[in-house]
């Protein structure tokens, strides 16, 4: 991912930094990190008197809440031959390790809670995730694209005016941009539109995009003119806000009382600038793609 942003010339790299004066900080949200968002479990289980099983998975849990206070994504594999389990976390890039060290430490109850004898499980919080899978698991008709949709929530859907949809896509462009550029983590607000996307830790800055890509479309095209919106793939999720009256704090999505005819303008503004970075970085990827097959 690095790699990429080191071959952004001077002159893009200023371009960048024009469009992303136009986004105000975001301001993080007081949620509770450790509230769940959804559980995937797979229908397989390990049979009830498989203790190595367990104990490895508990073995797992216990070495991925050691390095949650040390790192915001870590992957590993426990076990032997026969009972190897693989797993990893990721926090949200916005987090301190205390907060995500907190994240992860709530799950491993969590997961065996909800997911019990699972050989393969994901569970998804507001703060971070988990995911474990037994040696050789494979769901039955299962995707294993990192663009498989996992889970989605759309927000009340309104005919708001105001530009919303101009507003909403000119966000989602720079958080396009943002999150290659970003090292796989973005999260900022233009006008009244606050946009959040991560990628898996190890997903390289061309997979990155792409993975964040497609959330956008899913968004644009699953809710449509939903004030608000969380997609999460396999590999990567995004999230945004609308705030017709330009804070987020006080204001709920959906509220009508702001205009966004200045916010209109600035979102064209922050959307060529954002379509000009992804041009060029489409065109990186490309080059990067074509390297690889060579090799």
């Known amino acids: 991912m690095n790699s990429t942003s080191t071959l ?10 024009a469009s992303s004066a136009l986004f105000l900080p975001s301001i993080k949200s007081s949620s509770d990190y450790s509230t769940l968002v959804y559980k995937n479990c797979a229908t397989q289980t390990f049979t009830s008197t498989s203790t190595s099983h367990s104990q490895t998975l508990s073995s797992l849990f216990q070495e991925l809440v050691a390095h949650s206070s040390q790192s915001k ?6 076990g032997n031959n026969e009972t190897a389990i693989s797993g990893l976390f990721q926090c949200r890039g916005d987090m301190s390790d205390e907060e995500c060290h907190n994240c992860v430490n709530a799950i491993p109850q969590m997961s065996d809670s909800l997911c019990s004898l699972a050989i393969a499980a994901r569970i998804q919080l507001f703060g971070c995730y988990t995911h474990y899978e037994a040696d050789g698991f494979h769901e039955p008709d299962a995707t294993t694209s990192k663009t498989n949709l996992l889970y989605k929530i759309c927000g009340e859907s309104e005919a708001v005016d105001g530009g919303f949809v101009e507003l909403r896509d000119a966000a989602f462009a720079a958080l396009e941009s943002g999150v290659v550029s970003g090292n796989g983590f973005f ?9 959040t996307a991560q990628c898996e830790g190890d997903l390289g800055g061309c997979d990155c995009g792409e993975c964040v890509n497609n959330a956008v479309q899913v ?13 999460y793939l396999d590999k990567c999720f995004i999230s945004y806000t609308y705030y017709p009256d330009g804070t987020h704090g006080n204001s709920k999505p959906g509220n009508r009382n702001g205009k966004n005819n200045g916010g209109k303008s600035a979102a064209i503004v922050v959307g060529g600038a954002a379509a000009l970075f992804l041009v060029f970085i489409f065109f990186v990827c490309i080059k ?7 090799d």
């Open 8 to 17: 952004i010339p001077f002159s893009l790299q200023l371009l960048i930094l």
């Open 288 to 294: 990067s793609w074509n390297k690889k097959d060579d």
């Open 73 to 78: 994504f870590f992957k590993t594999i426990e």
């Open 219 to 231: 968004a644009q095209e699953e809710c449509g003119n939903s004030v608000s919106g969380e997609i």
């Open 187 to 195: 999260s900022s607000s233009h006008d009244s539109v606050q946009v």
